[in-house]
């Protein structure tokens, strides 16, 4: 038998995995963990879930993001004007304003 990877042929001895109708050998199959979170019984991928060593460093991460949007920004500014550069800097004055929101949120909760 051939496998549908490397097209070597498999060894009868050897590990060998079949996905639908197609066999590949061992050396072209890796296996992965996926990560996901339950939170209250719902279930989330781990690219939707952020997790945070205390509101400080919520609040650094927020701080780096507007940095990072203010620089985005500039660099749109000094680009052509065109339909594009205008809308990426209204997003990110949009987003700005989100995040600056979001921090006087946090700001009270770091002083209580």
Do not use: P
Request: charge should be negative; proline fraction near 0%.
């Amino acid at each position: 038998m051939e496998c549908c990877g490397c097209r070597i042929g498999i060894n009868k001895e050897y590990n060998f995995y079949k996905v639908g109708d197609d066999f590949y050998c061992e050396n072209c199959v890796e296996e992965d963990y996926i990560t996901y979170y339950s939170v209250c019984g719902e279930h989330y991928e781990e690219d939707e879930v952020e997790a945070y060593n205390g509101v400080s460093d919520l609040i650094k991460r927020i701080n780096m993001n507007i940095e990072y949007r203010k620089r985005r920004i500039e660099y749109c500014q000094k680009q052509e004007k065109n339909e594009f550069n205008k809308s990426e800097i209204l997003y990110n004055q949009d987003k700005i304003k989100e995040l600056e929101k979001e921090l006087e949120e946090l700001k009270d909760w770091e002083s209580d």
